[in-house]
């Protein structure tokens, strides 16, 4: 195995833009595979409230993240987002790639999972987004930017759905990081496929939302590997059926935000369908 442990206070680390290392002793990490450069960045919350409660569980986990953003939007870089990999995503893929920790950064937000980011915290998140597009001009930060729950969505038991509903993935966008296209109530309020669905529609939205990029196969049954897809998409694009929680259910709001990031119009899917 790669695992190794750092023994020592660590170093400032060459081309890691803005931010500056402030590690502690016990951080898991591997090097990239040779060759390897990121191709996305994985955002994620951390759940606990501050950083000292996330080291100690990252720690007990051996798990690990490049940066920490704390909620006033002090930035801390645990690991080079060019030569190192970090624990974070385990059981993962986006695209077809196996792995996400070998070609992901992956950046924790301090949030537990119920509060809105606070102003400062997105704000640091941007500058650093904006970092790396500078630091590796092709990683493509309009369609590579997901979150932790969208490269985990083919993970049995419990998976994960982080940065969660009250991330602002439209506000990112609109400075250019990651997609939005906006819905109506009457799209969203709209079902077209839930639970009990079976047959070729929900092959087609399997098909459609593993080539978006999503770890999903096509069963022709809403499993729950097609249930945590459909649920982290409703989460991103605010596209879930109303009242509903958790956002299982696929409705028109999110046919038409998938048609559009496919390039393709609703009126073709549901005509194949």
């Not at 537990?112 to 500058?127: R, T, V």
């Not at 009990?196 to 990029?213: A, C, P, R």
């Given at each position: 195995m790669y695992w190794r442990k750092f023994m020592s206070k660590s170093k400032a680390i060459e081309n890691n833009g803005i931010s500056n290392t402030n590690s502690p002793n016990g951080k898991y990490m591997a090097p990239r595979p040779e060759g390897v450069k990121p191709t996305c960045v994985v955002i994620t919350y951390s759940v606990s409230k501050d950083i000292k409660a996330v080291r100690e569980v990252l720690d007990e986990r051996g798990a690990s993240v490049h940066y920490i953003i704390d909620k006033d939007g002090t930035q801390k870089e645990y690991h080079n987002d060019l030569t190192d990999q970090a624990f974070y995503a385990g059981k993962s893929s986006w695209k077809g790639e196996v792995g996400v920790n070998k070609f992901g950064i992956?950046?924790?937000?301090?949030?537990?999972?119920?509060?809105?980011?606070?102003?400062?915290?997105?704000?640091?998140?941007?500058?650093?987004?904006?970092?790396v597009t500078e630091r590796y001009p092709d990683l493509d930060l309009k369609n590579d930017l997901v979150g932790l729950g969208e490269v985990t969505v083919n993970r049995e038991g419990n998976a994960h759905i982080a940065p969660g509903s009250k991330f602002p993935w439209k506000e990112l966008a609109a400075a250019g990081f990651g997609r939005y296209f906006e819905t109506t109530q009457?799209?969203?309020?709209?079902?077209?496929?839930?639970?009990?669905?079976?047959?070729?529609?929900?092959?087609?939205?399997?098909?459609?939302?593993?080539?978006?990029?999503?770890?999903?196969?096509?069963?022709?049954?809403?499993?729950?590997?097609?249930?945590?897809?459909?649920?982290?998409?409703?989460d991103r694009y605010g596209t879930g059926l109303p009242n509903e929680e958790p956002p299982v259910s696929w409705t028109e709001a999110g046919q038409d935000v998938l048609s559009q990031l496919l390039g393709q119009t609703v009126l073709e899917q549901t005509e194949n369908a």
């Open positions: 992956g950046v924790m937000l301090i949030n537990d999972a119920k509060s809105d980011f606070p102003e400062e915290q997105i704000g640091k998140l941007k500058e650093f987004l904006k970092d009457e799209q969203k309020s709209e079902l077209l496929l839930s639970l009990d669905s079976t047959g070729e529609k929900v092959n087609i939205l399997q098909e459609n939302l593993k080539e978006y990029g999503y770890g999903v196969e096509s069963t022709s049954t809403f499993d729950q590997f097609t249930q945590q897809a459909v649920r982290v998409f409703n």
